[in-house]
């Protein structure tokens, strides 16, 4: 069973089913909120989880603090690690930045990073600030309460990361313009990158596509994909005030792409409240001295079918369902669960509602056989705006 843990309700979140380490499976955030880049170590941090866990976290803290917001007031926090050793050690060290009162709900995925990182960190957080639209500054972005959009990750084929990245950045803006937002409504990208060798042309390319302003906060994620199309992006933006009337959720295809049963291209909320899971994982429970095969079709199915379970309940726990889901994030880093994923979906989604997705391939989602993590945002079932 999940338990709802609230704290002060002037502080907008609401934290649900914290572990004993007091980190939470979902927070409900109500009010401004904050998307930031990937924040990664810098170069004089050191070499070991630890130091450069600190100095992502310090960082991370400096820019909150800039926008009126503290790292008591992170909703969701997403983990990169180089290595799946790596990723346990901060994920046991994670804990100990937070207040047991104050910790976000935790995604995590093991991805290469840039240089000599090992560790990498963004975030998603409230904020006292107000504004009448979207800001942008270096590394941060505030997302004024009101409409708020959700575009699935889209790619378009290329013969070099640049060229990929521009085309897709093309697209994305298209879908925009389709909703009648521009380029100064996002606050967010989030991009699957093959190979992180090439991060840097990526990240100049998107200076080169928004130039004029200061570009949008990314976020890279290592992916394995085909080499014809090496780059994925999904983006968050602000659709305006929300309109009298409007419905909490909607979920759109423009007149120039398909629809699928499985995911939304676009889903726009307009609820005042958002539920953030951390990343959503399943181990399966075998008879003790039983070890799962992780690789067969039936482990699979229980890996998928054993998240959908627990998402369910954690769903009803935050008054949402399946049925009011925004933006899901797969991270599998096996191919029957792949498989596994792409079949038992169907099973838990409304073909006329589905989340907007990506779903990435990646080395791995954290230490031991678990080859499924989700990460999920929803709107409660209420109309209440």
Avoid at 115 to 125: E, F, K
Avoid at 276 to 281: A, E, I, K, S
Avoid at 295 to 321: H, K, R, Y
């Amino acid at each position: 069973m999940f338990v709802t843990q609230a704290i002060a309700a002037e502080d907008g979140i609401q934290r649900l089913s914290p572990s004993p380490s007091g980190i939470p499976k979902a927070t409900i955030a109500t009010g401004t909120l904050l998307w930031t880049s990937q924040i990664l170590p810098g170069a004089d941090s050191g070499d070991t989880v630890a130091l450069q866990l600190t100095d992502c976290f310090q960082r991370l803290q400096a820019l909150l603090a800039a926008k009126d917001s503290s790292s008591h007031q992170i909703v969701r926090l997403h983990l990169c690690c180089r290595s799946g050793s790596h990723l346990q050690t901060a994920l046991e060290l994670l804990p100990g930045l937070f207040s047991t009162s104050g910790s976000p709900a935790v995604s995590a995925v093991v991805s290469d990073l840039p240089g000599a990182a090992i560790v990498a960190l963004d975030a998603i957080a409230l904020s006292t600030a107000t504004a009448e639209g979207v800001q942008v500054d270096d590394d941060i972005a505030l997302l004024p309460p009101g409409t708020r959009i959700f575009i699935a990750g889209q790619a378009e084929s290329a013969e070099n990361p640049a060229e990929a990245t521009r085309k897709t950045l093309q697209s994305l803006q298209r879908t925009l313009e389709f909703l009648g937002r521009t380029n100064a409504d996002i606050v967010q990208l989030k991009a699957f990158v093959q190979p992180m060798a090439d991060a840097a042309k990526v990240q100049e390319e998107v200076a080169r596509f928004y130039s004029g302003r200061t570009p949008p906060p990314l976020v890279l994620v290592e992916w394995k994909s085909s080499m014809t199309v090496p780059i994925e992006i999904e983006l968050v933006a602000w659709g305006g005030p929300a309109a009298a009337g409007a419905p909490a959720i909607e979920y759109l295809t423009p007149p120039f792409m398909t629809s699928s049963p499985v995911y939304s291209r676009i889903t726009r909320t307009s609820h005042r409240s958002l539920v953030f899971t951390g990343g959503l994982q399943y181990t399966a429970r075998t008879p003790a001295g039983v070890t799962a095969d992780a690789g067969t079709e039936e482990s699979a199915a229980a890996e998928v079918t054993g998240i959908f379970s627990d998402l369910s309940a954690l769903l009803q726990s935050a008054g949402s369902d399946f049925e009011h889901l925004a933006k899901a994030t797969y991270y599998v880093s096996a191919e029957p669960v792949s498989l596994s994923l792409n079949k038992l979906r169907p099973r838990y989604y409304n073909p006329l509602r589905p989340p907007a997705a990506s779903k990435a391939m990646v080395t791995a989602v954290g230490p031991g056989s678990v080859t499924l993590s989700m990460d999920m945002i929803a709107v409660p079932a209420s109309e209440r705006r």
